[in-house]
Structures are given as structure tokens and as C-alpha cells.
């Protein structure tokens, strides 16, 4: 018996560090290839909540290690609104505006407002670096545009992180249309080349399905010191099938699930071996006849009401629950 408890040690010890191996591409692009999000969307002032975007803006966070120290890029894939991934409603009408913030009053630690949760408040704080407005053209349709470059240090520095922080803001400025499109934060304004030991964050989550019965859609929030139970918000799930919650201690929980324009929330307690580390939120479609083109919305806080973020690269990797197997010996006669 005592071989068998070493061999499953081992096992377990292997188990850990392969689900702490995190590709190192998945930090630098948005959504993470980790999450199989096709694309984050923002939809014009002039569209209904109802097609899926509840405030027609969304927040991204880059952060870039301390001892990075060369100029980078923050490439965006299919900017414009037209063509083929976009949402059209009626004629394409929509423009969006794309900015770059940098400085003090961009880390979210330090400036709850930046982190655009709240309708009213100014979550453009910091200084604007870089921004620029696309409609329907042509040259953008499933192409990439580059802001840069930036050094480093124009950023916020974040002692939580060790990492200078940056904000892009995407803006659905007129029009009523859905813009689907990417990120890729990059050590080349040509290319997509990672920044090693970068990553990006959001505090409210909008995002494209696939439309495939199939295809499952992770996103990982991070739980830091401190948090008993998160509240989960989820908007306009069109009751497209299941949201599941999995740690490495939770196998697997069922979430409410919000209908089309409006919202569903619920608690979920977390254990104290899911602190320090990322949960894993799986977005499973309904069976049958598929619910195409769905967008959603989903955010966290903890029972302090601090919003708890997403990573597009999941901190400590992407989580596997790991079941507590009790080992009884066994009896032999005498």
C-alpha cells in the first residue's frame, strides 16, 4: 500500500504541473486561446439590449512585466463594423472608437471607476495615448490594425501585478450594429509576437458563441485573498443551455441562467482551496435547435462587492477539478 500511495503522489504532483503549463500565446491575445471565444463584440449607442451588449462599451486591461523594458503593440483584428464577422441590423451604420490609456488613474486597484462597471462614471481615467474611429471599411474587414508603439512605462504601474498597466476602451459611438473583433498585444506592429509574461483582464465579460452545438466557452475569473462567495451576474443567455462553475474542487456547479435582455445572479461560496486561484466558467449551448449569434454578459464581485477580474490567460493555469480519493487499507487475515 505504500507504493501505491507513493505512485498516486506522483501522480497527482505530474496532474499539477500540467494544468499549471499555460501556453504562452494565451495572455497576449484576446480572447485567450484557452477560453474558444470567438470574438468580444460592442454594439452601437443605437442597438437594443436585447441583441446582447447591456452598455454599447467594453474595458480591457494589458498588463506588461516590469522587466520589459522594449516598445509594443496593441493589435486589434477586424476593427471596423462591416463585412463578414460583424452583426448587421438592417445596414451597416455603426462606428466604433478605439482608445489607448496610460498613466495614473488606470489601475483599477487604485480607480474603481476605470474598471467601467458603473453606467455614469468615468471609466476613461488616465492619459489618452492613442485612439482612432472605424465605420464600415472595407481594408479592416478581417484584418489588423496596430496602435503603437508604447513604452512600457507610459503605463499605470501596478504593484499588485509588478507590471505597467494599460486600457483600451472600444466604444460603439453611433449605429445600431454589432462589431466583433480581437485583441494581440505584441512585440511587433506587423506580426503577432507575444510580450513574454503579459497577460489582459476584464471586469465585465461581453462575448460572441460560436454557433456550434458543440463548442464550450471558458472564462476565468480570479479569486483573490480574502473572498467567501462571489456573486455571479450573467446577461441575456437567451436560455441558450447551461452555465457551469468548475475548480479544482468543484467538479461542476449549475448557475441560474439569464433569458434574452435581462439579467440572473446567484452566490457561490468558495472553499479555501479555490483562493489564490482561477475557477473555470463553462458556457454550454442547448441542444436542439440552435440559438445563433448569441452574445453575453457576465460579471463578478465578491461579498465585499469588490468586482473580481477575468484573465484572457487563466492565473495559476486553466483549473481541473482533482477529486480527494481516500485510501483505505485493507485488512489482511491473521
Known amino acids: 500500500m505504500t507504493l501505491i500511495r507513493h505512485l498516486y503522489s506522483i501522480f497527482l504532483i505530474l496532474t499539477f504541473y500540467l494544468v499549471l503549463s499555460v501556453n504562452p500565446l494565451s495572455g497576449q491575445e484576446v480572447p485567450g486561446s484557452d477560453e474558444n471565444i470567438p470574438f468580444l463584440v460592442t454594439f452601437g449607442k443605437e442597438a437594443m439590449t436585447s441583441w446582447g451588449d447591456n452598455d454599447f462599451y467594453s474595458v480591457w486591461f494589458f498588463s506588461i512585466p516590469q522587466e520589459y523594458t522594449q516598445p509594443f503593440y496593441i493589435r486589434v483584428f477586424d476593427p471596423d463594423t462591416g463585412g463578414e464577422n460583424d452583426e448587421i441590423q438592417g445596414e451597416f451604420n455603426t462606428r466604433c472608437l478605439f482608445s489607448i490609456y496610460g498613466g495614473r488613474g488606470v489601475d483599477p486597484d ?91 483582464f476584464t471586469y465585465e465579460y461581453t462575448f460572441r458563441m460560436w454557433n456550434n452545438f458543440k463548442s464550450v466557452a471558458h472564462i476565468y475569473p480570479y479569486v483573490d485573498t480574502g ?35 435581462n439579467w440572473q445572479e446567484s452566490r457561490i461560496p468558495i472553499e479555501d482551496q479555490e483562493v489564490n486561484s482561477s475557477l473555470d466558467f463553462q458556457f454550454h449551448k442547448r441542444q436542439g435547435e440552435l440559438v445563433r449569434n448569441n452574445n453575453v454578459v457576465i460579471t463578478l464581485e465578491s461579498q465585499r462587492g469588490d468586482a473580481l477580474p477575468f484573465f484572457s490567460s487563466p ?7 482533482q477529486p480527494k480519493v481516500k485510501i483505505t487499507p485493507v485488512k489482511r487475515p491473521k
Do not use: M
Open 227 to 261: 473572498v467567501v462567495y462571489i456573486r455571479q451576474r450573467n446577461f441575456d443567455w437567451d436560455d441558450d443551455g447551461n452555465i457551469l462553475v468548475v475548480s479544482r474542487y468543484k467538479q461542476g456547479i449549475e448557475i441560474p441562467i439569464s433569458g434574452e435582455d
Open 110 to 200: 487604485r480607480n474603481e471607476e476605470s474598471r467601467g462597471l458603473i453606467e455614469g462614471l468615468n471609466y476613461k481615467g488616465g492619459n489618452l495615448l492613442a485612439s482612432r474611429a472605424f465605420g464600415e471599411e472595407a481594408r479592416y474587414d478581417n484584418s489588423w490594425f496596430t496602435f503603437g508603439p508604447f513604452n512600457p512605462t507610459a503605463g499605470d504601474f501596478s504593484t499588485k501585478w509588478n507590471s505597467y498597466l494599460f486600457k483600451v476602451i472600444c466604444e460603439g459611438v453611433s449605429g445600431d450594429d454589432g462589431n466583433l473583433y480581437r485583441y494581440f498585444l505584441s512585440r511587433d506592429p506587423d506580426n503577432n509576437q507575444a510580450v513574454e509574461g503579459g497577460n489582459a
Open 315 to 321: 492565473i495559476g493555469g486553466v483549473p481541473v477539478y
